[in-house]
Structure formats: C-alpha cells, structure tokens
C-alpha cells in the first residue's frame, strides 16, 4: 500500500460491479453450483475462489478445462447464462453502504462510471430486470474492449469517455484481477474487502472493508 488518494484530486470514481456495487459473489456461486448440477459435477471450493473477477469468456473456458466436459463451450455459456440471469433477477442487493457513498461522491467529485468484467447483455439484463438501479455516466463492459480485466484497456476506456486523466480518478475493486487492470491503467486505487481478504488487494493504494470507512479516509487527508 501506498499513500491515500487525495480527494481534492480526483475527477472522477470508478466502480468494479461485482462485489463492489452488489453482493454478487454469492449470486454467482449458485448459478455455478446449478451449472455444475447440470453436467452432473459437484463444484470444490477451490474453483470459486481461483475464479473470482476474471472474465465471462475464461470462466467458462476453465470451467470446460478443469471439468473435462466433452460439450461445446457455447452451450455451458448457454446454460450459465440462463442460471446468472435467474440468480440476479431474485436475490441480488447492493453492497451495504454503496448507495449511500454512491450519493456523497457524486456530490463531491462529480463523475462516476461502470467499469466490469461483466458482459454487456448481462450488465443490460441485470439493470432491467432486478432492484439494482444506478446512474452511471458510462458503463465499460468486456464487450466494450478488445482485452478485459487485467489488461488496462476497461480503465483507460472509461477514463477516455469521461474525458480525463488516469491518475485523477479512483478505481475501486475487490479482486486482485481488477487491480491489476486499475494499476495497469494507471488509476489510484483502493480495495474492498468484499470477496477477497487484505493480503490479496496488497496491490491497491490501500484498502478498506466498507464504503463508510473510505468515505472516513477521503474526508480525513
């Protein structure tokens, strides 16, 4: 960890979706048990954790790989679909305190944006058919970049449409792979404590276990 990011600086906020807009991992857990009980697997826990924030695509890459299943991976991805989209539509809820600092950052710096791992018609499907309603400028997506989380390419995006410098705005993530995509881009960054411990988010300017102690640290330096 480095030093805090200091609010008078910055421009813009960068949410994660995952983890960090909404208590998604849990969501995302069942719809892989329910994949999983389709093709007749009962999933070690070992996977879920080597997986988490990586991209739609590889997901079910591995998934296919570490399973050996003799099927096309467009029919997993199918299936997968199908179980996230149900998963979402009955029990996703936004990360305590984000929409209340959500509201604070808005008033104080301005600019916000989406910048997800997450598919498009995934991200789409979510916000239509669920309670989970957020006002971003923008929303990158891995359908909106060549190469997702964590190449740079979804920061540098989302830092190109709202029109400012990487180093101005702060990104936060739960997940060593999106970190990785903050860093590399060249956002200040800070982790929460969502779906991963501190030792792996040791990467982000510094980290944190709920958006009213980030809230605390960007009012306090």
């Known amino acids: 960890m480095t030093k805090h990011p200091d609010i008078g600086s910055l421009q813009a906020v960068l949410f994660d979706f995952d983890g960090v807009v909404v208590q998604s991992e849990s969501v995302y857990d069942r719809a892989t048990k329910k994949l999983g009980a389709h093709y007749g697997l009962t999933i070690p826990k070992p996977f ?80 239509k058919n669920s309670s989970i309603q957020v006002p971003f400028d923008h929303i990158v997506t891995s359908s909106d970049v060549i190469r997702t989380k964590p190449a740079p390419d979804p920061y540098l995006k989302a830092c190109e449409l709202l029109g400012i410098d990487p180093a101005r705005a702060l990104a936060i993530e739960d997940s060593p792979t999106g970190l990785k995509s903050a860093v590399a881009a060249g956002c200040q960054t800070v982790g929460i404590t969502t779906s991963c411990n501190r030792e792996s988010l040791k990467e982000a300017n510094f980290v944190i276990d709920s958006f009213g102690e980030l809230e605390e640290l960007l009012t306090t330096v």
Do not use: C, M
Not at 73 to 100: C, D, M, N
Not at 117 to 122: E, G, N, Y
């Open 48 to 127: 879920f954790e080597a997986n988490r924030g990586i991209a739609e695509t590889l997901f079910y890459e591995r998934f296919k790989s570490n399973f050996d299943l003799a099927v096309d991976l467009e029919e997993i991805q199918e299936h997968g679909r199908k179980y996230l989209w149900e998963a979402f539509a009955s029990s996703v809820q936004f990360t305590p305190g984000f929409q209340q600092f959500y509201k604070w950052i808005r008033e104080v710096v301005g600019k916000v944006a989406l910048v997800t791992a997450t598919p498009r018609l995934l991200i789409d499907e979510i916000f």
